[in-house]
């Protein structure tokens, strides 16, 4: 089968090759991939910025059919519809996996990084990791369970916004539409902002019925709450001005959750966070508990991730796509391995 891979440590060694189709072994699954999401960390490990073990096939946004089973996996999964946690192994034993948190093990091996992903045709996955996707979600859309799994994990658990909360979401990418669009579910009021080169995503945000501001618009942000600031400032952009922004303008006592990530070390002005007892909580990859809330949402209706997929592609695109995805050209690009 062919597969997109990263082939060695160090910047780029990025390439398509064949591979042998996985074959799935005790209390594992095959999926035929339907669909599999590029994500901002997949240009991390192009960059050699996030920790990968090549050569290893990229991907972790998956939604696929289970074609068949290993030994001891109920053979009525054969055929469903899934997504699935990405997490491959962890330890089982230290602190954080005893307290029901495998998202921070330290030993934590991840599809599409630490063993190979979903840019493929097939996909082995652990059968207690699969989770089954509405009839009336989309085969590709299917893909962006996963990234909301990860927004609930930063905003649900426990929640961050309650009910008549102002929030403002920086950066109108999938992170900050699907945490929007949580917010919102939470009982949250939320005005998305982004910059001159986030058209196309802020358009988006509009036909999703939210507000939208340009992330230099301060006056916008701080009229929030009674002209006090929002509650709640949501950071999924990953820029350094956007988070000295995103603490600038929450209301005093208010909540700052971030959820973009860079590579690089940031200047921000920490003092507000004692000056204006601000709390600040992040989010990393998910967990069993936020994948049954996220689950729970799309059951409900309450999520929308059919508008979030910008094009449909298949691997041989995949520079292109990378490079669209890099420049904030569409939302979420989604490779199709059948095509």
């Known amino acids: 089968m062919q597969a997109l891979e990263k082939a ?32 901002g960390t997949d240009l991390h490990i192009v960059e050699d910025t996030y920790s990968s073990r090549p050569p290893v096939t990229m991907g972790h946004e998956v939604s696929g059919i289970v074609r068949s089973v290993g030994p001891g996996v109920d053979t009525a999964w054969i055929g469903a519809r899934v997504s699935c946690e990405t997490f491959i192994s962890t330890c089982g034993a230290c602190p954080w996996c005893r307290d029901g948190r495998p998202n921070l093990c330290p030993s934590r091996r991840s599809i599409g990084s630490g063993a190979d992903g979903g840019f493929a045709a097939f996909l082995v996955v652990s059968s ?29 658990d426990p929640s961050v916004v309650v009910a008549g909360d102002d ?12 945490a929007a669009q949580v917010a919102r579910a939470c009982g949250g009021t939320v005005l998305i902002t982004g910059t001159d080169r986030d058209e196309v995503r802020l358009a988006k945000a509009g036909e999703l019925g939210f507000a939208v ?20 400032v949501v ?31 940031v200047s921000v002005p920490l003092a507000l966070v004692s000056f204006k007892e601000i709390s600040i909580t992040g989010g ?9 809330r996220a689950m729970a949402l799309l059951d409900k209706r309450l999520v929308q991730l059919e508008p979030l997929v910008s094009e449909i592609v298949p691997l041989k695109d995949w520079e292109r796509v990378f490079a669209d995805t890099s ?13």
């Open 167 to 178: 929030v403002v979401v920086m950066g109108p990418g999938t992170m900050g539409l699907l």
């Open 128 to 156: 207690s990791q699969m989770h089954q996707v509405p009839d009336h979600l989309d085969e590709h859309a299917g893909a962006l369970c996963e990234p909301l799994a990860c927004v609930c994990q930063a905003l649900c």
């Open 213 to 232: 501001a340009l992330a230099s618009d301060r006056p916008a942000m701080t009229a929030l709450g009674g002209g006090f600031g929002p509650h709640v």
């Open 235 to 265: 950071e999924c952009s990953g820029a350094e001005k956007a988070m000295a922004t995103g603490l600038d303008v929450v209301r005093r006592g208010g909540r700052y959750v971030q959820i973009g990530q860079t590579a690089d070390s």
């Open 327 to 339: 420049h904030g050209r569409g939302v979420k690009y989604v490779f199709d391995p059948r095509r």
């Open 284 to 292: 990393f990859a998910s967990t069993p508990q936020s994948w049954s």
């Open 8 to 39: 060695a440590h160090g910047q780029g060694h990025v390439r398509l090759t064949e591979r042998d189709a996985p074959v799935p072994g005790p209390g594992q699954a095959l999926l035929e991939v339907c669909a599999a999401g590029v994500c």
